[in-house]
Every structure is written in C-alpha cells, then in structure tokens.
C-alpha cells in the first residue's frame, strides 16, 4: 500500500518500530536492499501493489515494474535473504512471484490462473483471509464503518466481488497456506516458509509445544477454544 506516510520521523516516533524506506528504479532498490539487509534484515518486505488501508492508491494497481521487482528479488538473493511483498493487485503478484519471491502477504485479488502460478512456483501465501473477508462482507453494515475511514470502505466495496471470488478460488487450489485460516498453515506450513525445520510438527528430535484439547482439532476447529489448561 502507500507506505509513504509511515517513512518521516514524526509517523515512526522516536523508536522506530517499523522502519520502512522508499526506492524507485532498479540503482536506488538495489542500494536500499543491501543498505537493509547490512543493517541486519532478515526479510524484505516490499510493497508491490496498492492497499485497502491507505487513503491515496489502488489495491489492484502494481507499484514496481517486472524490472524493479526482479532487482530487488535478485539482490536480496544474492546475500542469502528471501523478499516477499505486500501485495494484493493480480498483476502485481504475478510479476512478484516471476521475480522468485518466497511468499506473498494478502494476495487476495488473485485470479484463479495466478493462483495456479503461484502453486506452481513452490511460493507459500499469506492471505490474511479473516480480516480481509470480514470487511468485504460487512461492507453495507454502518454500524461496522461507523468508526473506520470512508476510503477503505469505498475500496471494500469497489473490490468485494473479486475479493469473495479470489477467496473462493483459493480454496479450490493447492496453494501453501502459511499462518492462513487452517491448523497446518499455522504450524509446520508456517515453519516451512521461515526455513524452521525443527519446529511445526510433532515428531522424535524436533521442538513443540503440545496443547490437549477435547477432540481432533482437524475435523473440529472448535475444540481448540476449549483447550484444557489443567
């Protein structure tokens, strides 16, 4: 999204916790990348498209061009670091995907033929589908935009067709859903994309954390509220 907002000192507060920085063609993202990287990045997270949150952009838009993403991926690649953008424009993660991204955040205005780029390419998701489709389905609920800004709605309403039908397409694929909405993608899919292989699964050798819970979690979502805490 427009990110542009959150880069002065006077948005990130005397911390900076979320240290972000604007790059435009493929010297300046080249020398931004390794600037991030030298500091001790462990990812780079890109903005690739448009937002839903941000007042001034278009989430179906790409804001990097196939050349500029390609750098950034290439050069990332190069010291050993994987990139993955913001994204939710089509095109925007398609030419991120092409670029050799790890993972893509959101995505969620994806077609049913991207998806199956993704799935191709070995490219985990990270669709963030609860929010996402909670917006999109409450869109006519004032109460609900009562106290959220105008232009998000404006875009909720713009996109919900195509956010409900990419939901769906979704989940007639075999896409790697890490930390999505299943029990799996929250564990050992998760841990694949951060390259955790001991963490994830239950097995002799790796590290876990065990929970009991009144029944099979996989057939039944429900009982993982009703963990027993004796």
Request: hydrophobic fraction near 40%; avoid cysteine.
């Amino acid at each position: 999204g427009d990110f542009s907002g959150g880069l002065d000192d006077q948005r990130q507060g005397r911390d900076r916790v979320l240290e972000m920085a604007a790059a435009d063609g493929p010297d300046e993202i080249r020398t931004r990348v390794r600037q991030e990287i030298r500091a001790g990045a462990d990812w780079i997270k890109f903005a690739a498209s448009g937002g839903f949150s941000s007042p001034s952009d278009d989430p179906s838009r790409p804001t990097y061009s196939q050349e500029e993403m390609d750098t950034l991926v290439a050069t990332a690649a190069d010291l050993g670091v994987p990139a993955t953008p913001h994204v939710y424009s089509d095109e925007g993660v398609r030419r991120a995907v092409k670029a050799g991204v790890r993972s893509v955040e959101h995505g969620n205005l994806a077609s049913a033929a991207t998806l199956a780029m993704i799935e191709e390419a070995g490219v985990f998701l990270v669709p963030t589908l609860y929010t996402i489709l909670t917006d999109a389905r409450r869109v006519d609920d004032d109460a609900y935009w009562a106290t959220r800004p105008p232009y998000k709605r404006r875009k909720f309403r713009q996109f919900h067709d195509a956010l409900m039908a990419a939901a769906e397409h979704l989940a007639a694929s075999e896409v790697k859903i890490a930390f999505g909405t299943a029990l799996k993608a929250a564990t050992s899919v998760a841990a694949g994309l951060l390259g955790l292989d001991d963490l994830g699964v239950i097995a002799e050798g790796r590290t876990a954390d065990l929970v009991a819970m009144p029944g099979d979690p996989f057939t039944d979502i429900e009982v993982t509220g009703r963990a027993d805490s004796s």
